[in-house]
C-alpha cells in the first residue's frame, strides 16, 4: 500500500515539474519576426496610424454632412400652453357704447322723455380676449434652391477626405520605412556580433594552438601573452556589441508597438539586387508625381482653394422654398375650438454689408493658399535633391560591394594561410594577428555597405511613393 502511495505521488510530481519545464519553456522562447510581420505588427499598433484612420472615418461623415445640407429639411414643432391669468389689454368700453346707442335710439323715438342723465361717460376698460387652453402644431420643410456654400462645400468635402487618404498612405509609408531602417539596423548588430564572435573564437583557437606551441619550446613566452592579453581585450567589445543589440532591440519594439519585456529577435539577409538608377529623369518625374507627402500637400493646397471659394460664396444670395400645416386649438373648459393653415413660398436672402468681414475672410484665405502654394514648390525642390542625393548614394555603394565581397574572399585565404604558416613555424604572430583582424574589417565593412545600400534603397523607394501596396490593403474598407 505504501508501495502504491509513493508511486502515484512520484508520477503527480513528476507530471507538474514537466508541466512547469514546458511551459517555461513556451515563455522563454523568443518571438521571430521576419521584415513583412515586423512592417505589419507596427502597421496595426502604430498610433499615428491609428490618428490617420480616425481622421478618414471624419472625412467620410463631412462628406455625408455636405450632400445633408442639399436635402429637404422637416422641423416638426409643438406647443401648450396654459393661462394661470389672462392677458389683458385696453379697450373701448362696450357696455357703456351700448346703453348710450340704446338710450339715443329710444329718446329719438320719443318711447321714453330725453334724459341725458341715462347716458354713460365713454372711456377705456381693461378686457381678455385670450382662453385658458391653447396649442399648436406645424410641420414645416424647407429646401435649398440656390447656395453657394452648399454646392461649395460639397466639393471642399470630397477633397477633405481624399487630403485625409493620402495623409494615412504618408503615415503608412514612413512607419513602414521606419520599420525597415530599424529593423535592418538590429540584423546588422546580430551580423556584426556574429562576424566578432567568430574573431573572438579565432583568437581563442589563436590561443590554444600558441600554448600547445609554446610547450614544446617553438613559440616565446612574449607571443603567448600577447595572444591571451587579445583574447581578453576581445571579450569587453563582445559584451559591449550585446549590450548594443539589445538596446537596438528595444527601440524596434518600441516602434512595433509590443511589450518592451517581450522578447524577440528578427529574420532575415541582406540580399544584394542591383537597383535600376540609370533614368535619373524619369526618377525625378515619378517622384515629383508620386511621392506621399507632395500628393497631400497638393490636396491641402485644393482644400485651401475650395476654402477661398466657400469664403467667396457669401457675396451670393441663398434662394430657398419652404411650405407649413399649421394645427391650433383653444378653449376654456378643454374642448378645444380647432383650425388649420397651411402655406408655401420662397425665401430670399442676400448680403449687403457685415463690416467687411466676408472681404477680410476671403483675403486670410487666399493668403494660406499662396503660403500652401509657396510649400509645395518648397517641398517639390527638396523632393528633387533627395532623389539625385539618393541615386549618387547608390551608385557609390553599388560600385564598392561587389569589390568588398572579392575582398572578403581574399581576407579569409590570407588567414588560413597565415594560420598554417603560424603552425608550421614560419609565420608570426603578429602576421597572424593582422590577418585576423583584415579579416573581421573585411566582413564587417561588407555587411555595412549592404546595410546602407538597402536603407538607401528604401529611402529612395520611400520619396518615389513605392512602398508596397499590400501594406495600404488592411485600409481599403475605409474608401467605401
Do not use: C
Not at 495623409?167 to 530599424?182: A, E, I, P
Not at 602576421?431 to 546602407?452: F, V, W
Request: charged share 25%; proline share 2%.
Amino acid at each position: 500500500m505504501k508501495h502504491k502511495s509513493f508511486s502515484t505521488t512520484f508520477y503527480i510530481t513528476s507530471f507538474i515539474i514537466l508541466f512547469l519545464t514546458i511551459q517555461f519553456s513556451s515563455s522563454a522562447q523568443s518571438k521571430i519576426y521576419t521584415i513583412d510581420e515586423a512592417i505589419n505588427t507596427a502597421i496595426n499598433n502604430n498610433r499615428d496610424i491609428t490618428i490617420s484612420v480616425m481622421t478618414v472615418k471624419k472625412a467620410v461623415a463631412a462628406v455625408d454632412e455636405a450632400f445633408g445640407y442639399a436635402l429637404p429639411s422637416v422641423n416638426l414643432n409643438g406647443t401648450f400652453t396654459r393661462f394661470l391669468e389672462k392677458p389683458k389689454m385696453p379697450f373701448p368700453d362696450f357696455e357703456a357704447l351700448l346703453t348710450n346707442a340704446t338710450y339715443s335710439i329710444l329718446f329719438d323715438e320719443g318711447v321714453i322723455p330725453r334724459d341725458d342723465n341715462k347716458y354713460k361717460s365713454m372711456g377705456s376698460k381693461l378686457q381678455s380676449f385670450a382662453q385658458t387652453n391653447n396649442f399648436s402644431a406645424d410641420v414645416t420643410i424647407t429646401q435649398t434652391l440656390f447656395s453657394s456654400a452648399v454646392l461649395k462645400g460639397i466639393g471642399a468635402s470630397q477633397i477633405y477626405y481624399d487630403l485625409a487618404k493620402a495623409d494615412l498612405y504618408g503615415t503608412v509609408s514612413k512607419t513602414v520605412l521606419s520599420v525597415q531602417k530599424t529593423f535592418y539596423g538590429v540584423l546588422l548588430l546580430k551580423e556584426s556580433l556574429e562576424i566578432t564572435k567568430a574573431s573572438f573564437e579565432n583568437l581563442k583557437l589563436n590561443l590554444k594552438d600558441t600554448r600547445a606551441l609554446y610547450s614544446e619550446g617553438m613559440v616565446s613566452e612574449f607571443d603567448l601573452l600577447t595572444v591571451e592579453v587579445l583574447v581578453e581585450n576581445m571579450r569587453p567589445v563582445v559584451l559591449e556589441m550585446e549590450n548594443k543589440l539589445k538596446t537596438a532591440k528595444d527601440g524596434l519594439k518600441l516602434i512595433l508597438g509590443i511589450d518592451q519585456f517581450e522578447d524577440i529577435d528578427v529574420q532575415g539577409d541582406f540580399s544584394y539586387q542591383p537597383y535600376d538608377i540609370s533614368n535619373e529623369e524619369g526618377l525625378i518625374d515619378e517622384a515629383l508625381k508620386s511621392n506621399y507627402d507632395l500628393r497631400t500637400l497638393e490636396l491641402k493646397k485644393q482644400v485651401d482653394e475650395a476654402f477661398v471659394e466657400l469664403d467667396v460664396s457669401e457675396y451670393w444670395p441663398n434662394i430657398a422654398a419652404f411650405g407649413q400645416y399649421a394645427y391650433n386649438g383653444s378653449s376654456d373648459d378643454w374642448k378645444f375650438n380647432t383650425y388649420s393653415s397651411a402655406t408655401i413660398g420662397l425665401g430670399f436672402s442676400i448680403n449687403l454689408w457685415q463690416g467687411n468681414r466676408t472681404k477680410n475672410a476671403v483675403e486670410q484665405s487666399t493668403i494660406t493658399y499662396q503660403q500652401t502654394e509657396e510649400q509645395v514648390k518648397q517641398l517639390k525642390d527638396y523632393t528633387l535633391l533627395s532623389v539625385k542625393s539618393k541615386i549618387q548614394d547608390l551608385k557609390t555603394v553599388q560600385s564598392i560591394i561587389d569589390v568588398q565581397n572579392k575582398n572578403v574572399g581574399v581576407a579569409e585565404r590570407a588567414y588560413q594561410i597565415a594560420k598554417v604558416r603560424y603552425k608550421e613555424g614560419v609565420g608570426s604572430q603578429i602576421e597572424l594577428q593582422n590577418t585576423d583582424l583584415s579579416l573581421k574589417q573585411a566582413r564587417l565593412n561588407r555587411i555595412q555597405s549592404m546595410h546602407l545600400y538597402l536603407i538607401t534603397k528604401f529611402e529612395l523607394e520611400q520619396v518615389l511613393g513605392k512602398t508596397n501596396p499590400e501594406y495600404f490593403s488592411a485600409f481599403s474598407g475605409l474608401e467605401d
